[in-house]
């Protein structure tokens, strides 16, 4: 449980900035290239993740170029470590955190944006003292729903970290091996503590959320 909450909490802080970054270009940039990295950020959630797993894998693995490239001169291994799980967390979860904050930048009005600009302000003091105290409801459900899909990650996890002791077993896999043990007992446990976990910090932020629109209402 606690190496599961410490891969969440630092998939979390991880994805935090670049949803941010991202969020805002998908938010407001005429790129052409912008429709291909959306759908790159929705991809998983639509793959299988064992399908997201095994690219992961084979990719990072080191009978392949960059695996091999990466253990050679950096020592860095990601397949089977806690470092890939880190990894696959981060891509597995980057849509939850960059949805909410790039819709709630797209709804924001133009006027904002523009009586920063005629202020003399540049786009990075625009976006994190202008723009980004005004979606701060997006950025909380961005950093809880990261939190709660990272925890109950099942399939990427397996595939590129494995099932080894104190570095990659997670309570997702811990739950997994406790049924196929017939130890419903404890799967129980991990499986109640992730469900109250997760309804809890939900609950939290719908209860937020509500009392933030209705200060703002208000005002």
């Given at each position: 449980?606690?190496?599961?909450?410490?891969?969440?909490?630092?998939?979390?802080?991880?994805?935090?900035?670049?949803?941010?970054?991202?969020?805002?270009?998908?938010?407001?940039?005429?790129?052409?290239l912008r429709?291909?990295?959306?759908?790159?950020?929705?991809?998983?959630?639509v793959?299988?993740?064992?399908?997201?797993?095994?690219?992961?894998?084979?990719?990072?693995?080191?009978t392949?170029?960059?695996?091999?490239f990466?253990l050679?001169?950096?020592?860095?291994k990601?397949?089977f470590s806690?470092?890939?799980?880190?990894?696959?967390?981060?891509?597995?979860?980057?849509p939850?955190?960059?949805?909410?904050?790039k819709?709630?930048?797209?709804?924001?009005?133009?006027?904002?944006?523009?009586?920063?600009?005629t202020?003399?302000?540049?786009?990075?003091?625009?976006l994190?003292?202008?723009?980004?105290?005004?979606?701060?409801?997006?950025?909380?459900l961005?950093?809880?729903?990261?939190?709660?899909?990272?925890?109950?990650?099942?399939g990427?996890?397996?595939?590129?970290?494995?099932?080894i002791?104190n570095?990659?077993?997670?309570?997702s896999?811990?739950?997994?091996?406790?049924?196929?043990s017939?130890?419903?007992?404890?799967?129980?446990?991990?499986?109640?503590?992730?469900?109250?976990?997760?309804?809890?910090l939900?609950?939290?932020?719908?209860?937020?959320?509500?009392?933030?629109?209705?200060?703002?209402g208000?005002?």
């Amino acid at each position: 449980m606690q190496l599961t909450f410490l891969v969440a909490t630092l998939t979390t802080l991880i994805l935090l900035p670049i949803g941010i970054v991202l969020g805002n270009f998908l938010a407001f940039s005429h790129n052409p290239l912008r429709p291909v990295l959306e759908v790159l950020v929705w991809m998983p959630l639509v793959l299988p993740p064992s399908v997201l797993g095994f690219y992961l894998l084979i990719t990072f693995s080191p009978t392949n170029a960059l695996g091999a490239f990466l253990l050679k001169y950096f020592h860095i291994k990601l397949v089977f470590s806690f470092e890939g799980l880190i990894l696959a967390s981060v891509i597995f979860s980057l849509p939850f955190m960059c949805n909410p904050i790039k819709s709630a930048l797209s709804s924001l009005s133009p006027t904002l944006k523009e009586a920063s600009y005629t202020l003399g302000k540049n786009r990075i003091y625009t976006l994190f003292f202008v723009l980004l105290p005004n979606i701060k409801p997006a950025l909380l459900l961005g950093c809880v729903t990261s939190f709660a899909h990272t925890i109950g990650e099942f399939g990427v996890v397996m595939m590129i970290g494995g099932n080894i002791p104190n570095q990659t077993r997670v309570a997702s896999i811990a739950i997994y091996d406790e049924v196929e043990s017939l130890n419903y007992a404890l799967a129980h446990q991990y499986a109640f503590s992730l469900f109250a976990l997760c309804f809890v910090l939900l609950l939290g932020i719908f209860y937020l959320n509500k009392h933030f629109y209705h200060s703002k209402g208000s005002i």
